[in-house]
């Protein structure tokens, strides 16, 4: 076979389609979501290569209309996910020795593959089994997930060009090994992309992972298998289980050859796998490598030069996109006091003009939350703010879960900067609103820094560079990606590597570099020339 140093494709981000009405996009990604709404999909486990069924079924429905099945997916049994364990620790014999350029071609075609054919059939996937609506899910589970597999590949490359140095008498050189076992993959429902990068970033370093998505994102987890499956990973190397989510953990975890945990999720839920993996310590082969981004909340703060409009726009985007169920969601405000009528006047002006329904009118800007646990939730949390005598709900407010899990867009003003929705991460659309002295600003950035156990996101607006000098220094360790003008929300792949710190998770920024050197484990070689043949030194005499 031929030898050569090579040169993958150049990344670049993928364009984001508009689907303006008569677009071909458009008119496309709508057959194909009525098509998929009007028949039914099986999603069976994944392991070893072969499709996998079992008497333990479950209904898949769309958030924004419970009541239809779309289908249903299978659950694990323990005996099944000890064989995906056996499974991928064989399959690594032939996937760690794969030349890398090889690994980087399959990833790529998966790009390709979403880019082009798979595009609209992900996309639908997206909006039906999540209700993203179209913009949501074009740039993510299209345009990120694809960003997603170009950079890695060319991170890939990049981190194994970087070399030691030699001299004329020994050439030093490093390996970049796969870690030895198997990595576990745990991806949320609220990013398509989330779910498709977390087991590819690690297998495409040579690893073999045993992926389980989201109960609440099987539609779109079964269309990246397929596109995984076409675009040539090998059986074993990425197998995809559901199931009971403490057994398929404690299962996993008590295995000597787990290696490591690539986690997106609740921070109480990567706690417990945190303190799982300690009381485990002696059963592994190596140390495990623990990356998980977990929770936020996340802030807009807002000083008295600010232009009320840009504020009350990052607002009306950065909390209630996708219903707020991002972890990097604006989900509190700290509001100059000069400023905020208009702001406030702004704000319920967007409110008023969101149409809310299923992601098929695309005339709609705000769809389902996730499920009803979620939406019971917000409810509680919605109905305790009417009753509160020291906050106010200015807009929203109302939910109904008759159809759909719909909960209108809600804001919440209150006086106590450490009101239980200042502080506690709901992951929907509620935002709470704080008000404080223009004289204020130092104190209310050391408010925003200490409020919250979480440093995800965070923005700060200001014409005034001393103000934002301040903010940047005092808000350093309040949020892994901090947003200067602009809402919190909307990382890029290549642009804004993302993660955050504290309880918000490991920081290890998905979309560059650093995230990809978790999951491998360097060798050092060393090969001497002439080798000495006298043990003497010259200090001997």
Request: hydrophobic share 40%; glycine share 8%; aromatic share 12%.
């Amino acid at each position: 076979m031929g030898k050569g140093f090579y040169d993958v494709p150049i990344a670049v981000n993928e364009p984001i389609l508009s689907y303006a009405p008569g677009s071909p996009e458009r008119e496309e990604v709508l057959k194909t979501y009525k098509e998929m709404y009007n028949s039914t999909v099986e999603v069976p486990l994944f392991i070893n290569g072969r499709e996998v069924t079992t008497e333990n079924k479950v209904t898949i429905s769309p958030p924004h209309e419970h009541k239809h099945s779309l289908g249903v997916y299978y659950q694990a049994s323990q005996q099944h996910i000890e064989e995906a364990i056996e499974t991928a620790v064989e399959a690594r014999k032939n996937w760690a020795a794969m030349p890398w350029e090889n690994r980087a071609g399959i990833f790529l075609r998966a790009a390709e593959l979403i880019a082009g054919p798979y595009r609209a059939r992900l996309n639908a996937a997206t909006m039906l089994g999540q209700s993203k609506t179209i913009h949501q899910a074009e740039i993510d589970s299209a345009c990120e997930i694809i960003d997603f597999l170009r950079f890695n590949v060319q991170f890939m490359t990049e981190i194994y060009a970087e070399q030691p140095e030699s001299t004329s008498g020994a050439w030093n050189r490093l390996e970049y090994r796969p870690l030895e076992g198997f990595v576990y993959a745990i991806t949320p429902f609220n990013f398509t992309a989330i779910a498709g990068n977390l087991p590819t970033s690690a297998a495409l370093m040579g690893n073999v992972v045993i992926w389980k998505p989201s109960h609440s994102q099987m539609y779109s987890a079964k269309v990246l298998l397929d596109i995984f499956r076409e675009a040539g990973v090998p059986d074993g190397v990425i197998n995809m289980v559901m199931g009971n989510a403490a057994m398929i953990t404690d299962t996993i975890l008590a295995s000597p050859d787990f290696s490591g945990v690539h986690f997106t999720g609740s921070t109480d839920v990567f706690k417990g796998i945190w303190q799982k993996i300690g009381n485990n310590i002696h059963t592994y082969k190596t140390y495990p490598r623990i990356v998980g981004e977990t929770g936020g909340k996340d802030f807009i703060v807002a000083h008295k030069s600010s232009d009320p409009k840009q504020v009350a726009t990052a607002i009306s985007r950065g909390a209630f996109e996708f219903q707020g169920q991002k972890c990097s969601a604006a989900s509190r405000c700290y509001i100059s006091k000069s400023i905020w009528d208009d702001v406030k006047n702004f704000v319920t002006e967007d409110l008023k003009s969101f149409k809310m329904g299923s992601p098929e009118d695309m005339d709609n800007f705000i769809t389902a939350v996730i499920h009803e646990a979620s939406f019971d939730k917000l409810a509680r949390y919605i109905d305790e703010a009417k009753a509160a005598s020291n906050a106010e709900i200015i807009a929203g407010g109302t939910y109904d879960k008759s159809e759909g899990y719909f909960i209108r867009p809600t804001v919440i003003v209150t006086e106590d900067p450490k009101y239980t929705t200042m502080c506690t991460e709901l992951f929907g659309p509620v935002l709470t609103i704080y008000v404080f002295e223009d004289d204020a600003w130092e104190d209310t950035l050391h408010l925003v820094d200490g409020t919250s156990e979480y440093a995800l996101t965070g923005a700060v607006f200001s014409e005034d560079r001393y103000a934002l000098e301040k903010a940047v220094r005092i808000l350093e360790n309040a949020a892994g990606n901090f947003y200067i003008n602009d809402k919190p929300t909307g990382a890029v792949v290549g642009q804004q590597p993302f993660g955050g710190a504290r309880a918000s998770g490991t920081n290890d920024k998905a979309g560059s570099k650093l995230n990809l050197y978790r999951w491998i484990s360097p060798r050092m070689v060393k090969e001497t020339f002439v080798s000495p043949v006298d043990y003497r030194y010259p200090f001997l005499g």
